[in-house]
């Protein structure tokens, strides 16, 4: 019994996990968040491109990302001159990125599937019906992941940039993240308050959505133990 409790914990865990990170994928590859963006931001000033060439070096980014692209080449007007918008340091970190991003897209795949092994051997080991293991799984496991979320979120809003800095440490094994402000467009491109609005709007839906899933839960009930012959 306590083996198949554990099994649904894991399987709310992997879950939320997974619902965590398609809210990533949805925040970061949505087009219109950059345009709102650049248009408080004083992107186009400071890297000295009009819009049209700013929305086209990003969109190249998040098109190599999603492996729509080989590579971010891409060229642009910087104060009146013709150039490539990005050098070799912010190819090769933009590499460990998309590596990064394809590992997660993966593991969130198999996450899903995880999921739906262990949610239905936990019902089955547990002689429950759906709804009562689906609501107790989701609980639980929404609560292992909530300390790490609530622990991210603290940390963001007390030192956004320490918190990001040490988020780089976490996942890539060398400095190429640190972009020299005078010599990379990348960097006048994607502000430090760029990445703070994207990771509070991630956090903000991903506990929407998390929220929403609980209270339909708790409204929804499963079929009580008589009728399925249950004593």
């Known amino acids: 019994m306590k083996i198949s409790k554990l099994l649904s914990a894991i399987a709310g865990f ?113 002689s429950k019906d759906v709804m ?18 609530i622990f991210c979120l603290a940390y963001a809003l007390i030192d956004f940039n320490d918190f990001w800095i040490r988020f780089h440490y976490v996942f890539f094994d060398n400095d190429l993240f640190f972009l020299d402000p005078n010599t990379s467009l990348m960097i006048n491109m994607m502000t430090e308050q760029l990445f703070f609005d994207l990771v509070m709007r991630i956090i903000v839906l991903f506990t929407i959505i998390s929220a929403l899933i609980l209270v339909i839960l708790h409204f929804v009930k499963g079929k009580p133990h008589a009728e399925r012959g249950i004593v």
């Open 14 to 126: 992997l879950f939320f996990t997974a619902l965590l990170l398609t809210v990533i994928d949805f925040c970061c590859f949505r087009r219109s968040f950059y345009e709102y963006e650049y248009d408080k931001g004083t992107q186009e000033a400071d890297t000295g491109m009009n819009r049209e060439d700013l929305m086209a070096a990003t969109d190249t980014l998040l098109d190599y990302l999603q492996d729509k692209r080989d590579d971010i080449v891409v060229e642009a007007t910087v104060n009146g001159v013709q150039r490539e918008v990005y050098n070799e340091r912010e190819t090769l970190h933009m590499v460990d990125v998309k590596n990064l991003y394809q590992n997660a897209v993966k593991a969130r795949n198999y996450m899903v599937i995880g999921t739906l092994i262990l949610f239905a051997a936990s019902a089955i080991a547990l």
């Open 132 to 149: 009562s293991v689906l609501r107790d799984a989701c609980h639980k496991g929404l609560l292992l992941l909530a300390g790490v979320v």
